[in-house]
């Protein structure tokens, strides 16, 4: 499957707004929502190009890193994650994300926070290059002109009915493809999944148009960042709808949806489109530390 469905969320509010979500989580059992979007043209790509290793960065549970693992090995592609955080080496084992991926094939570099930071550099990745052999470089996140073009494919010409669009938002490359393709009368809002407001410059560099914006009240502290009352909110909202969320993108971005609904932010008769971009293969990696902490745990 590689189109997704839309669900209709059918609950009461003063203003008559309606809400549908596009389950983009459901287009693949392992690659799902706008990892498999992100990862289609890349893959293509590096085929064309004969290159038979795929390079790419992440954290501890990152969705890409998996995505990409998997991806790597139904395409009989090799696949090297540069993970971030040298401390991980002897943790594979007890880390979901990372043990998944290395069960699909995946050779992790680990390395220390700082020289993460340095990882879009030359020299950094001149000296992958010296310790791997040629790759094809993927960016952190998926986030590259390819991905973009697939992402602009989450919206179909049946989604122009609704008058606003809502996506989660990690390096803005899902959010830019969803603006390339929204129409003129709609809105687009990203719901960040990180703290302050960075992004903008980055999200137009790709997209051109001036019809989003950013809502940055619902980061809940920042990335990775969780609440009790986040918890609660994911769970009653799998039991309400039958639909899971994840704690780092889609929860956070539901959770502000409902709470703009509540406040009036949406005019009367809107209709809203949310995009479930997947991501719940992170859910196990952080029930790990909800019950470090005694606190409940996230149902999927």
């Not at 979500?21 to 043209?41: A, T």
């Not at 696949?79 to 991926?101: C, D, F, M, Q």
């Not at 179909?156 to 990690?170: A, K, L, R, T």
């Not at 992004?199 to 148009?209: M, N, P």
């Amino acid at each position: 499957m590689t189109t997704s469905e839309t669900q209709k969320i059918e609950f009461k509010n003063d203003s008559n707004v309606q809400l549908h979500i596009k389950r983009e989580d459901l287009i693949h059992p392992h690659i799902s929502g706008n990892k498999y979007r992100k990862l289609k043209y890349n893959i293509a790509e590096a085929k064309l190009l004969k290159n038979d290793a795929l390079l790419t960065f992440g954290g501890a549970f990152s969705n890409h890193i998996a995505a990409t693992a998997y991806a790597g090995k139904i395409n009989d592609l090799k696949t090297i994650g540069v993970i971030r955080g040298e401390e991980l080496r002897n943790k594979v084992e007890s880390n979901p994300t990372l043990k998944y991926a290395q069960s699909c094939g995946m050779t992790f570099h680990f390395v220390s926070r700082e020289a993460y930071r340095k990882k879009t550099t030359a020299e950094f990745i001149e000296n992958l290059r010296s310790k791997f052999g040629e790759f094809y470089l993927i960016p952190e996140g998926g986030t590259n002109e390819l991905a973009i073009r697939g992402c602009e494919e989450i919206i179909n010409p049946q989604d122009e009915e609704f008058d606003y669009i809502c996506c989660c938002v990690g390096t803005g490359g899902t959010i830019s493809g969803v603006i390339r393709s929204s129409k003129k009368h709609q809105t687009v809002l990203g719901f960040p999944a990180l703290k302050g407001d960075f992004l903008q410059e980055d999200i137009r560099k790709f997209a051109k148009q001036d019809n989003w914006k950013l809502i940055t009240d619902y980061h809940f502290g920042g990335y990775g960042k969780i609440k009790p009352e986040l918890i609660t909110f994911i769970n009653q909202f799998k039991l309400n709808y039958g639909i899971p969320l994840d704690p780092i993108y889609t929860g956070k971005m539901m959770f502000g949806i409902l709470d703009r609904i509540e406040k009036g932010y949406f005019p009367e008769n809107s209709k809203i489109l949310a995009i479930h971009s997947g991501g719940l293969q992170g859910v196990a990696g952080m029930n790990l530390k909800l019950k470090r902490k005694n606190w409940p745990l996230i149902e999927i």
